[in-house]
């Protein structure tokens, strides 16, 4: 089984681990119930109830599915990138200690290496490479 193709712009997000555009992501603003998945493989990793508005211009979440997120140390040391554990996908990055909410977390997360499943519906299969 292989990856969901991606666009250009999500390959050069997901795969080339670059940033987008802040306040312009889809998921930005959205609120709804429902499951956000890793766009590359479909892996559930941010329930709707962890997201919160953080004001920075991408979704946020303040905690992750058990072992679905990986966190790696920019090589500048200034910040922590978080990846898809399951195929390695760019997400973002997280935050601690910025008192948002009780959880002191912030994952600042790439709208384009998301997507959403509403409450009810089946989550996809989860794919290899």
């Known amino acids: 089984?292989?990856?969901?193709?991606?666009?250009?712009?999500?390959?050069?997000?997901?795969?080339?681990?670059?940033?987008?555009?802040?306040?312009?992501?889809?998921?930005?603003?959205?609120?709804?119930?429902?499951?956000?998945?890793?766009?590359?493989c479909n892996t559930p990793l941010f329930s709707s109830k962890a997201k919160f508005e953080a004001g920075c211009g991408w979704p946020t979440f303040d905690d992750n599915f058990p072992n679905a997120v990986k966190r790696i140390p920019d090589p500048d040391g200034q910040r922590t990138e978080i990846e898809c554990a399951h195929c390695g996908a760019h997400l973002g990055h997280v935050f601690e200690g910025e008192k948002f909410t009780d959880k002191d977390t912030r994952h600042c997360v790439n709208s384009l290496s998301i997507r959403f499943i509403p409450k009810g519906k089946k989550l996809p299969k989860i794919l290899d490479k």
């Open 1 to 40: 089984m292989a990856y969901n193709e991606l666009t250009p712009e999500e390959k050069r997000v997901i795969v080339g681990k670059e940033t987008e555009t802040p306040f312009e992501g889809e998921y930005d603003n959205f609120f709804v119930d429902g499951t956000f998945i890793c766009r590359r």
